[in-house]
Nanobody
Framework: HVQLVESGGGSVQAGGSLRLSCAVSGSAVRSNCMGWLRQSPGKEREGVAAAAGFGAFGTTTYYADSVKGRFTISLNKVNNTVYLQMDNLSPEDTAMYYC??????????????????WGRGTQVTVS
């Protein structure tokens, strides 16, 4: 049974930074596609970033166009944690952010329904 626990959300001014963490238990991050997705009222759900850590060439990462160049996803395979570094935040980034996982690669990573395990989310508010 995979458990995901997010932390690191909060309130920040536009232009600021936050780092989200997702502690994973029950499975190794290297064996999963690890994703960050977000949802805010009145907006469509959005896959933000994902990382696949099982390949022979290290970690492969994927980003939504809306966050490319500002957000960085990373895997710590030692402490089994996924991070999302968010820089140059804007009010449009305000949302509940969720960590999600699915065994294997990240073929359909932006799709909410594709993931098999979810955390409860952490709120990010940018003003």
């Amino acid at each position: 049974h995979v458990q995901l626990v997010e932390s690191g959300g909060g309130s920040v001014q536009a232009g600021g930074s936050l780092r989200l963490s997702c502690a994973v238990s029950g499975s190794a991050v290297r064996s999963n596609c690890m994703g960050w997705l977000r949802q805010s009222p009145g907006k469509e759900r959005e896959g933000v970033a994902a990382a696949a850590g099982f390949g022979a060439f290290g970690t492969t990462t994927y980003y939504a166009d809306s966050v490319k160049g500002r957000f960085t996803i990373s895997l710590n395979k030692v402490n089994n944690t996924v991070y999302l570094q968010m820089d140059n935040l804007s009010p449009e980034d305000t949302a509940m952010y969720y960590c999600a996982a699915r065994p294997g690669g990240c073929a359909s990573w932006p799709d909410w329904s594709w993931y098999t395990s979810w955390g409860r989310g952490t709120q990010v508010t940018v003003s």
